[in-house]
């Protein structure tokens, strides 16, 4: 067995909705990468204690659940600072794609680049994460758009969970573009469908399946359509839905059992109903609103009064949130969106857990669940979302191991 304590924290379980679930002068036991046991250091019972391979006195400092990004494209080639450019100089997204810009951009720069490359330019943006004390970290596919960079992208992913200290959840996001060798949408669907998608499954190459849901993108059928063939595979499903207009893409998430809705600035109130009943996450996302200077917001406090857990994610991607601070997204959703601290401390934690299907495992302390979580140089777990972005990680303990330790 083995057994190693952590003493003397201030411990946000985020066990329950609705609060930090603080414990003062807390201990955690771990074992066996579980967690073994949490409560107030001195209700540590005997047996606990002795035979521990090792204490580490936190001497007051905040232990949260390891952070999770619920929702990333970090697994691109190249950038798009050119068209950041472009923009500040006035031209609108229109001119922008038939300049070349635009997603297709990326598609291009990502099917030209070698599996090595693809690798190494995920693997900064990973990093960048997993030194903020990012645990477990969601990577989408869908800069392919054709079977072999799609399943390149997704072994990409599941080869950076292999090689870093971090649970990586892989996304098949096959509707995001219509690729242009396609005459239309129905015909990339097709391919989707017959093509790609039994591919994806039979590799095992991801967890869930996604789509982005717009008029410039699919329609409410060809969602449904994609949605109902990856759940014959045994794949859960996420949703790109609301972003830019109301279309009812939160109702579409939950008729089809979604894990999440994400973005929504855009959601109905038939939408956020239909979430409720079913039990579907909104993810939100406020790089992408920050970054494309949106000014309607998700109806943040109908998802309060409805009860929808709400998580927060980078949306690392490069047209529209080149971010890996998942910590300044925290302050983002204060400043932009008005979520309290703890509401956004548990939209990466507890609520982001849920948006992958995998609370069961993760996102909050309590005994039995994987030992990740991070030991902060700060006394009050508000400070996370009060500072822009600042890195203030202690400890990083992921699946039970210290992955990160600046304490002596
Ligand atoms: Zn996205």
Not at 305 to 310: H, T, Y
């Amino acid at each position: 067995v083995t057994r190693e304590i952590w003493e003397h924290a201030r411990i946000a379980t985020m066990q329950a909705s609705g609060s930090y679930g603080l414990i003062e002068d807390a201990s955690i036991v771990t074992e066996n990468r579980m967690i073994a046991w949490v409560g107030a250091s001195a209700a540590l019972p005997a047996d606990m204690s002795v035979g521990a391979n090792q204490a580490h006195d936190c001497a007051g400092r905040c232990i949260t659940p390891g952070l999770i990004d619920s929702h990333t494209h970090l697994a691109y080639a190249s950038n798009r600072a050119h068209e950041f450019e472009m923009r500040l100089a006035g031209m609108d997204y229109a001119e922008i794609a038939r300049q070349g810009g635009g997603i297709l951009s990326t598609v291009r720069a990502t099917r030209a680049a070698t599996e090595p490359d693809l690798f190494a330019a995920a693997q900064r943006r990973l990093s960048a994460l997993l030194d903020e004390g990012v645990t477990t970290a969601e990577i989408k596919s869908g800069y392919g758009l054709d079977r072999e960079t799609e399943l390149r992208q997704l072994r990409v992913a599941r080869e950076l969970g292999r090689r870093n200290p971090i649970t990586i959840h892989a996304t098949y996001l096959g509707l995001h573009a219509v690729p242009p060798e396609f005459p239309d949408a129905n015909a990339y669907v097709d391919f989707v469908v017959s093509d790609v998608l039994p591919a994806v499954a039979a590799e095992g190459l991801a967890d869930t399946a996604d789509a982005f849901c717009d008029p410039i993108a699919f329609s409410p059928a060809q969602t449904t359509r994609f949605f109902t063939a990856a759940k014959a595979l045994g794949l859960r499903v996420k949703l790109h839905a609301d972003q830019r207009m109301p279309g009812g893409g939160g109702a579409l998430a939950a008729r089809n059992l979604a894990l999440s809705a994400d973005h929504l600035e855009y959601a109905q109130p038939s939408d956020l109903q239909a979430m409720a009943c079913a039990g579907t996450v909104a993810v939100l996302l406020p790089g992408a609103f920050y970054y494309l200077r949106e000014t309607t917001r998700p109806p943040i406090a109908a998802l309060r009064d409805l009860g929808i857990p709400i998580a927060l994610a980078t949306d690392c991607n490069p047209g529209t949130s080149p971010t890996t601070s998942l910590l300044l997204m925290l302050n983002m959703a204060c400043t932009l969106f008005d979520l309290s601290p703890q509401e956004a401390l548990a939209g990466v934690t507890r609520n982001a857990a849920r948006a992958l299907g995998i609370q069961a495992q993760t996102g909050t302390i309590e005994i039995g669940k994987r030992a990740d979580f991070v030991v902060w140089n700060v006394e009050d777990p508000a400070e996370l979302a009060y500072a822009m972005g600042a890195s203030s990680c202690a400890q990083i303990v992921q699946n039970g191991l210290l992955v990160k330790n600046t304490l002596a």
